[in-house]
C-alpha cells in the first residue's frame, strides 16, 4: 500500500498534471476496489447521496458503461446526458449547459469532448469534480490508469519496462496518457508506426522513442499496446490502405516472432480483428484485452472515490 | 500543544487483552464438547494488531487458534467527503466464508459507534454470519448509536474535546493508551 498520501484534487484531467506517488496512490486505491467487484455483493455505499453525471459530447460505449457501472458500484445517483439530445444541439454553450447540471447539484461531472482542454476549461469554471474521459487526442487518463494497473498486476512493476504503442499515435489520446503516465513510473516507451502518424517530436521526450518499423519497435518490448486504426482516419491519406497498414504495423503470426516470449499484448478496444491485431494474437495467451476492461472499472471506481472524498 | 496524558502502559494493555479473551471464552468456550468456534475481524487500522493480540492469548490460554480477518471500512463510512483527508484504503482480507460464521469484530476504541455501524454494513455485504460481536480494549461510553461493545477491557470517562490514542509496538513505537486534544 502507499504511504499516507492526501488527495486532495477535484478534478482528473490529464496525467502529466499528477506526481509520481499520487498515480501509485489511484492503482493501489484500485485494487481495493477490483475486490468489490469479486464479491457477491458487487456494490458499496461510497458515493451514496452523491450524483455523478456522464456527459458525453463525444459518443462512447464502452468508456461510458464502463464509468456507469463503477458509478453503480459506488451507489451514486447517475444521470446520463450524450450531445445529440443535449441542448448543445439548440445553441446553448459548454459552460452553460455545466452550469446547468451543476444548478441540479450534481457532484461530479464525467465529461468526454471532441475538443482538446474542454475539460480544463470546465474544471476551472466549475464547483463540480471534473473527471476527464477523453478531450480530442489530448488526454484518457483512466483509460492509461487501467493500462497501468494491468501491466503492474501482471508484472509487479513498471518501473524498468519497456512498452511499444503500435499505431496511429498522432491522433490517439490514449497514447499520450499512457506516455505521460508511464514515463513517470520509470517504464521506457516506443512509439511505433509509420512516419505519418507518429510525430517525430516525441523523440524529444525523456525515455520515449520513435520508431518506424515493427520488427525494431517490438525488440525488448515487455508489453505492447495495439492502437486501433480509426475507420475515418483511414481515407485521409496517412497510408495507402488498410490491408498495407495492416502488413506492416498489424499484429500477426508474422511478426510474432519479434515479440519477447511472455510479452503482454494490450489493446484499448474496440478492436479491428486481423486490422492491427489477428484473431489468434487477440485471443491468444498473451493478450489482456479482456482483463484490461475489468480493471477499467476498478480503476474508475478508485478515481471517482477519491475525486469524491477531495469535494 | 498539550502533551499526551498517559492513562494506561503495557502491561495494563497486556491485562485487558487477557481479560478480553475471557470473556470471549466465557461466552464461546463453556460448551467443552461442542465448541462453538468463532472468528476474529479485525478493523484498520488498530484493530488489527489487537485482534492479534488477542488471538495469541487464545492460543497460549486456551489452545484455540481463531481465524483471522482484517477489514477496511473506508467505502462504507458516513463521514465521506467531511473528513479532511481522505483514508487510506487497507487491503480487506477475509481468507474464509462469512456466511453463518460467528464473527467478533475488534476495534482499539468504541466511541460514537459509527465505525462499527459501517463495520457492520461492510461485514454483511461478505455473507451472512450468525453472529456478531464486538470486542474493544477502550470503551468511551459516548456511543452515538445504539451500539455496545460485548468484551471490554477498559471503561474510560472522556471530555468530547480529548480522544483516546491506542497505540502498538506492531504499528507505533510502544504499548500506550493515553488522552490527547482532538483537533477537529
Known amino acids: 500500500m502507499s504511504a499516507d498520501i492526501k488527495w486532495t484534487k477535484k478534478d482528473l484531467l ?36 452523491k450524483t455523478v453525471v456522464n456527459f458525453f459530447v463525444e459518443p462512447s460505449t464502452r468508456t461510458r458503461v464502463s464509468f456507469e457501472l463503477a458509478e453503480q458500484r459506488l451507489s451514486a445517483d447517475i444521470i446520463n446526458m450524450v450531445a445529440d439530445s443535449s441542448s448543445l444541439k439548440k445553441g446553448e454553450s ?86 505521460w503516465g508511464l514515463t513517470k513510473l520509470g517504464a521506457k516507451v516506443t512509439l511505433v508506426g509509420p512516419a505519418t502518424l ?21 525488440r525488448d518490448a515487455d508489453v505492447v499496446n495495439m492502437l486501433r486504426i480509426q475507420h475515418e482516419r483511414q481515407n485521409a491519406s496517412y497510408f495507402p490502405s488498410t490491408g498495407e497498414y495492416s502488413k506492416y504495423y498489424g499484429l500477426n503470426e508474422g511478426n510474432l516472432k519479434y515479440l519477447k516470449k511472455g510479452a503482454m499484448v494490450m489493446h484499448p ?43 | 500543544m498539550e502533551t499526551p496524558e498517559k492513562l494506561f502502559g503495557a502491561s495494563e494493555m497486556q491485562l485487558a487483552i487477557e481479560k478480553i479473551a475471557d470473556l470471549i471464552m466465557a461466552e464461546f468456550g463453556k460448551k467443552a464438547d461442542d465448541k462453538k468456534e468463532f472468528v476474529l475481524v479485525g478493523l484498520f487500522k488498530q484493530g488489527v494488531p489487537l485482534a492479534e493480540r488477542i488471538a495469541e492469548v487464545l492460543r497460549k490460554k486456551y489452545n484455540y487458534s481463531p481465524e483471522m480477518a482484517k477489514l477496511d471500512i473506508s467505502m462504507y463510512r458516513d463521514d465521506f467527503g467531511l473528513r479532511s483527508a481522505l483514508p487510506i484504503i487497507n487491503e480487506t482480507i477475509i481468507p474464509f466464508d462469512m456466511h453463518e460464521a460467528n464473527v467478533i469484530l475488534v476495534d482499539d476504541v468504541l466511541s460514537t459507534g459509527r465505525t462499527i455501524r459501517a463495520a457492520l454494513d461492510a461485514l454483511t455485504d461478505y455473507g451472512r454470519p450468525d453472529l456478531i460481536r464486538l470486542a474493544v480494549l477502550v470503551d468511551r461510553n459516548n456511543s452515538e448509536y445504539p451500539i455496545k461493545a460485548d468484551y471490554i477491557g477498559f471503561d474510560v470517562e472522556c471530555d468530547e474535546d480529548y480522544k483516546i490514542r491506542v497505540e502498538f509496538s506492531e504499528n507505533d513505537d510502544v504499548d500506550a493508551i493515553s488522552k490527547v486534544v482532538w483537533k477537529r
Do not use: W
Open chain 1, 14 to 49: 490529464c496525467l502529466y498534471d499528477l506526481s509520481k506517488e499520487e498515480i501509485i496512490h489511484i492503482l493501489d486505491t484500485a485494487q481495493e476496489f477490483k475486490k468489490v467487484s469479486e464479491r457477491k455483493v458487487k456494490k458499496v455505499p461510497a458515493l451514496r447521496g
Open chain 1, 94 to 179: 459548454l459552460l452553460d449547459t455545466v452550469k446547468n447540471i451543476e444548478a441540479l447539484q450534481a457532484d461530479i461531472i464525467v465529461m468526454r469532448h471532441s475538443c482538446t482542454g474542454a475539460q480544463d476549461f470546465i474544471a476551472k469554471h466549475s464547483k463540480c469534480g471534473i473527471v476527464n474521459a477523453g478531450d480530442g487526442a489530448h488526454s484518457h487518463p483512466t483509460q492509461a490508469l487501467l493500462d497501468m494497473f494491468t501491466i503492474r498486476e501482471k508484472f509487479g512493476r513498471i518501473e524498468g519496462l519497456n512498452v511499444a504503442i503500435v499505431g496511429d499515435i498522432l491522433h490517439s489520446r490514449v497514447a499520450r496518457s499512457n506516455m
Open chain 1, 269 to 311: 478496444g474496440p478492436i479491428n480483428r486481423d486490422v492491427e491485431i489477428s484473431s489468434a494474437i487477440a485471443d491468444g495467451e498473451n493478450s489482456v484485452i479482456l482483463e484490461q476492461v475489468t480493471n477499467g472499472l476498478a480503476v474508475r471506481m478508485a478515481v471517482l472515490f477519491l475525486i469524491a472524498g477531495a469535494l
Open chain 1, 198 to 218: 507518429v510525430p517525430e517530436e516525441f523523440n524529444e521526450l525523456e525515455n520515449v522513442r520513435v520508431c518506424h518499423t515493427l520488427e525494431e519497435g517490438l
